[in-house]
């Protein structure tokens, strides 16, 4: 039967992990910590499991988790999401955008995404039926073009996917410039998906400027987090959408016959963790430390280091050491250096190559420095 996504391979991900494996090489490309998470964490599922928490929990998720996930919005942002009609849990951020996409979004619509986005926005956009209106980040410095987004706006704009601490370029959305989305979205209907799964990863004193902090955004927004990022279990597969009540009376009319509910241990293991806001808190301090110690590791070698304001990635340009296109410079870079990286041409639609690869330093120290040693062989 003819493919609903022929333009879709396998994500490059899993290819270049399957690689960095095949060549024994370290593995910097898919975003995953290395490490290990906190042992509480896991004696809080535990107990949750041996307690009995091992059935359908409630469609929208453990009240106890959304409970937890309403008062740390509260605090940080200083907007409350009711828990009973604005807070659903999820099957990880994934799962989350594409359900919300899918709840909104009908063939004949228009969805603006930045590029270069996370490789499922595209996909999730197209089985939906709508069309996918790409406008460009600012090639080099990665900001909005507030110009370009206005263009892009039409009647049949439905959606815009925004990504702050963002994937792959490790820039975060200042205030101001959420500020001009606010303005530009203000006379229209434009929904919003807000992905924030690196809301814990910004460095050097900034703040996250979540969605939900400004109120012409909160009002047309899904906002995504993701457990796995900020606890490290990607595996786990668990995160939560927020979002007004009449959107999320129609996001978990799908929820619930897509997943219908998110494995119950986790989210009891989870809601009790979520108690201690210093689990959250020391994310910036943790991870700026690893940044630093990657930075400082490449600095002086031919590899130019772009900024890492936020999230958990390092894209550098390569074109001092190769004249090969990214995906070929990657490939090349697992088997001769043996460090996998994710080239950055894979966020775009067309390839569009600018000899940058993006690094994850979510990792070990141990594992940072096998791959320091082995990239200034460059
Ligand atoms: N959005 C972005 C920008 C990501 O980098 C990721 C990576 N994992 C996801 C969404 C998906 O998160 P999850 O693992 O919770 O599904
Ligand atoms: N988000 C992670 C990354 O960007 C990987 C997630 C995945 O493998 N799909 O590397």
Known sequence: FPSKLPQVGTTIFSVMSALAAKHGAVNLGQGFPDFACDPALLDAVAEAMRAGHNQYPPMPGVPA????????????????????????ITAGATQAILTAILCCVRPGDEVIVL?????????????????????????????????????ALSPRTRLL????????????????????????LAPTDVLLVSDEVYEHMVFDGEQHQSAARFAGLA?????VSSFGKTFHVTGWKVGTVVAPAALTAEFRKVHQFNVFTVNTPMQHGLAQY?????????????????RDLFRAGLAGSRLKLLPSA?????????????????????????????VA???????YGDNFDQRLVRFCYAKRDETLHTALQQLRRL
């Not at 409970?67 to 940080?76: M, S």
């Not at 996917?161 to 303005?183: G, K, Q």
């Not at 979520?274 to 690893?290: N, R, T």
Request: glycine residues 4%; contains cysteine.
């Open 161 to 184: 996917i925004l990504n702050s601490p963002h994937n792959p370029s490790a820039t975060i959305w200042s205030a101001a410039e959420m500020r001009r989305l606010e303005e530009l």
């Open 274 to 290: 979520l108690q201690e806001p210093q689990h959250y808190l020391q994310l910036p301090a943790f991870y700026q430390a690893k």
């Open 341 to 347: 990286a994710i080239p950055v041409s894979a966020f």
């Open 115 to 151: 590029e270069p986005c996370y490789d499922s926005y595209v996909p999730n956009i197209e089985l939906a039926g709508a069309t996918v209106v790409r406008v460009p980040l600012t090639p080099g410095s990665f900001r909005p073009d507030f110009d370009r987004i206005a263009a």
């Open 310 to 338: 936020g999230s958990y990635f390092q894209c550098v340009d390569y074109s001092a050491v190769s004249d090969l296109p990214e995906q070929a410079f990657s490939e090349w870079l697992v088997r001769e250096i043996g």
């Open 65 to 88: 988790l959304r409970n937890a996930v309403a008062a740390k919005i509260e605090a940080l942002h200083g907007r409350r999401y009711s828990p009973d009609s604005e807070i659903t």
């Open 219 to 223: 009002e047309r927004a899904f906002v």
